[in-house]
């Protein structure tokens, strides 16, 4: 069975502050993905990556940086956190072969005061 | 450009009612379509895929690319249907775009 876990599931940090939320998936799976999931706006792609070291922007990357060094992990990077960053983020991995099924974390709520 | 657009925010049905969620697209090329569901308090995981042609627990989606939809159909709602449901589209890239989700209460 799939596990993607992420580590932090509730985060309260303030503005300018430095945010990683880490990812690992224990099902040796290629492809790993960073959404944000918002009302109204559903998920919405930050960055993805296929490979170890390798990434790809997605939709809205800008203040958002990603690191793959691992192929079981995957973090994502707030440099500097604003408010509009607050959201619930969600991690995902898939295999090379069946990229459209993703694999699910149970998400981390992050909120910038 | 690909996108998803799925019009209804809220969907009530009463048990046993028959359920259309609908979900269109717009994408240029050949498209894989999903639909992902979120039970509360659970992960998202995949409901269906067109490829697949399978019912998963009753639901059931076709691909209509006349018509760039990909609606998901169940003849009789159960209150554990109960969930947040997303259309999504594999496109030129490897990853997933959304649709902004649709909520499904149904009523006893």
């Known amino acids: 069975d799939v596990k993607v876990t992420q580590s932090s599931r509730y985060l309260v940090k303030r503005t300018g502050e430095k945010v990683f939320l880490e990812c690992v998936q224990d099902?040796?799976?290629?492809?790993m993905f960073w959404y944000r999931q918002d009302p109204g706006l559903g998920l919405r792609l930050i960055y993805f990556?296929?490979?170890?070291?390798?990434?790809e922007k997605g939709d809205i990357p800008e203040g958002y940086s990603v690191s793959r060094e691992k192929k079981e992990r995957f973090s994502l990077i707030l440099e500097s956190a604003s408010t509009n960053q607050t959201s619930m983020y969600l991690c995902?991995?898939?295999?090379?072969?069946?990229?459209?099924?993703?694999?699910f974390g149970e998400g981390s709520r992050l909120t910038v005061l | 450009a690909q996108r998803v657009t799925q019009p209804e925010k809220l969907l009530s049905v009463f048990k046993g009612a028959p359920v259309e969620l609908k979900c269109n697209y717009s994408?240029?090329?050949?498209?894989?379509l999903f639909w992902y569901v979120q039970y509360s308090r659970q992960r998202l995981q995949l409901l269906l895929r067109?490829?697949s042609r399978e019912s998963i627990k009753g639901f059931t989606a076709d691909l209509n690319k006349g018509e760039t939809s990909f609606h998901l159909k169940k003849p009789f709602a159960q209150e554990e249907d109960s969930a947040m449901y997303y259309c999504?589209?594999?496109?030129?890239?490897?990853?997933?775009?959304f649709g902004s989700g649709t909520r499904l209460q149904v009523q006893p």
């Open positions: 999504a589209l594999m496109g030129g890239r490897r990853a997933l775009t």
């Open positions: 990556s296929y490979d170890v070291k390798m990434k």
């Open positions: 994408y240029s090329g050949s498209p894989e």
């Open positions: 995902a991995s898939s295999s090379g072969t069946a990229t459209g099924e993703l694999f």
């Open positions: 067109h490829i």
């Open positions: 099902m040796d799976h290629e492809n």
